[in-house]
């Protein structure tokens, strides 16, 4: 088999289990792999650690599928994707909703690949190219485990362009739907474009603090920043909000967004505008400020910036006069973790020159679980923080 071989001293990461292995640990590389091809990884004395998917483009270069001397057969992908489907079944934490993750890349042993189920549609994600070109394989192992009426292929095509591979949108198998899709989720209607959508076309990663949105809502005044589709809108107005106001930059997720709090369109205002300007102009209309940012820290080198851009959001919103206002703050970027978001929680707080303690960390749920091989997995940080004084 075709091989790559570590530095000496470099095999740290892989004996513990590290799905990643990156181009700086790798010495050289024997027999020239196509991409995704599986390769052996072998220590610079010559004994085999692990076998992965080949990325050559790619910082890391290979995705680790298996451990230990001996390779995976082929057929190892079809069954972790089967495993990963029946452990969502059995989660008494995902009920009540038809949308959910599937497959969770490292947190499922499947690093690059995400696959989310919309009713029944699936939307299938591979972010490498060796889960792209196994795509038959996996296709062929969701539609048994799932027995799905169609499943569409949308590669992330940012991270592919990245390794030198093209990813195209297309069809496993059925027909894609004509129009977004409908789901429900414990008591909350959407539909979500699973074409055009962002990712996979809805952040199924806030379920739970959508619940926890409903639970606070009553008689509040909501102001849901960042809003895309209404995910929060919607579980504010199902909890008793008061009134809820959504900000989204994007034109056409607000679109969806308005469909979706219909239901209670007396208590609700859509508007086309830029979340960070609204938050300085103001908040002291509301009692709950939602803020779900896009990624700013990408990077690592972006973290610095990032940690600035966050800490302006809560600065504005702790100001202003409302004492027992709350402010629910997502990060969703791995390199900012709980603990840094409370340090820049803090550091808003002590300029706004109020006190503000911590209710409660929030991250994704369990369809989103995170391998403790695979830290990295975690990216997603919530906060949800009260104004005392
Ligand atoms: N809260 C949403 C997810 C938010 S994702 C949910 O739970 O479904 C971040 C959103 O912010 C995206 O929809 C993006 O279009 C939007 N966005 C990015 N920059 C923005 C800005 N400056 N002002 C308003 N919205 C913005």
């Known amino acids: 088999m075709k091989a790559v071989v570590l530095h000496p001293g470099r095999d740290r990461s892989v004996r513990r289990r590290h799905p990643w292995l990156l181009s700086g640990a790798i010495a050289r590389v024997e027999d020239e792999p196509a991409a995704g091809e599986t390769v052996a990884v072998r220590s610079a004395e010559g004994e085999t650690l692990a076998h992965g998917h080949f990325e050559p483009g790619s910082q890391i270069r290979v995705r680790l599928l298996a451990f230990g001397k001996e390779p995976e057969d082929e057929g190892a992908l079809a069954l972790r994707v089967a495993a990963a489907v029946a452990r969502r079944g ?61 499943a569409l292929l949308r590669p992330d095509a940012v991270s ?36 055009q959508g962002q990712k996979t076309g809805f952040y199924l990663d ?34 008793g909000a008061a009134h809820v106001e959504l900000i989204e930059a994007s034109r056409s997720a ?94 808003a707080a002590l300029d706004a020159g109020r006190r503000v303690s911590v209710l409660r960390e929030l991250c994704a749920p369990s369809d989103h679980p995170v391998a403790l091989d695979h830290p990295e997995g975690r990216y997603l940080t919530g906060l949800l923080l009260r104004v005392d004084g």
């Open 90 to 150: 059995a989660d008494p934490l995902l009920a009540g909703t038809d949308a959910l993750r599937l497959v969770n890349a490292e947190g499922d042993g499947l690093p690059g690949l995400v696959v989310d189920r919309y009713a029944g549609v699936l939307v299938v994600r591979p972010s490498t190219s060796g889960m792209l070109r196994r795509g038959e394989a996996i296709a062929g192992a969701l539609r048994e485990a799932t027995g799905a009426a169609a």
């Open 160 to 195: 592919l362009r990245r390794a030198g591979v093209d990813g195209r949108d297309g069809t496993l198998w059925g027909e894609a739907p004509a129009a977004p899709v409908a789901i429900a989720e414990r008591g909350r209607r959407f539909r979500v474009d699973v074409r």
């Open 206 to 239: 806030q379920r739970d603090a959508r619940d926890l949105v409903a639970t606070l809502a009553a008689g509040r005044r909501v102001l849901d920043a960042f809003a895309y589709t209404g995910g929060f809108a919607v579980a504010a107005l199902q909890g």
């Open 254 to 347: 607000l679109a969806l967004a308005r469909e979706h709090v219909a239901f209670a369109r007396e208590r609700a205002a859509c508007r086309a505008d830029n979340a960070f300007e609204v938050l300085h102009a103001g908040v002291d209309d509301f009692d709950l400020v939602i803020l779900d940012p896009p990624p700013l820290a990408r990077r690592k080198d972006d973290v610095k910036p990032a940690a600035r851009a966050y800490k302006d959001l809560m600065l504005h919103a702790f100001g202003g006069a409302s004492r027992g206002r709350l402010v629910l703050a997502f990060a969703c970027s791995h390199h900012v973790g709980p603990e840094l978001f409370g340090k820049i929680a803090f550091g």
